[in-house]
């Protein structure tokens, strides 16, 4: 027996038809646009993650590591007393370790400010980017 409805019937959506709850809601979409400078995106991703207390996470040499906060504080493992030093004397932006040797690191300070050591042949180049 046929059985016919008034009711239009409902086809399945494609994948592409689908809408997920941030495309419906756009206060849920993310801030961060193609095209924002680092400076932006971090200051939008603190707008948008004003609990969370992690800014980033790095980890290096023979299992050490540097988790920077928020505020600018550090907590590490591992690292050489020099660099551990250099980490925690000023509040910290970003910090990356190198995985290949303990020696280098790169560390942008809150105020704009810089402490690296880096394999020579890469020098030029983060000098010429800290003055861009």
Aim: negative net charge.
């Amino acid at each position: 027996m046929l059985h016919h409805s008034s009711e239009p019937q409902k086809r399945a959506e494609t994948p592409q038809e689908k809408r997920t709850e941030s495309e419906d809601n756009p206060q849920s979409e993310r801030k961060v646009q193609f095209g924002d400078t680092l400076e932006e995106q971090d200051e939008r991703a603190e707008e948008e993650l004003p609990k969370k207390n992690l800014r980033s996470a790095t980890f290096g040499h023979d299992g050490s590591w540097a988790l920077v906060e928020i505020d600018g504080a550090v907590r590490c493992h591992g690292l050489h007393p020099d660099i551990e030093q250099k980490l925690k004397e000023r509040p910290v932006r970003k910090a990356q370790l190198c995985r290949f040797s303990p020696a280098y690191y790169y560390i942008r300070y809150s105020d704009g400010t810089s402490a690296w050591e880096v394999p020579p042949e890469w020098r030029l180049d983060i000098q010429n980017v800290e003055y861009m």
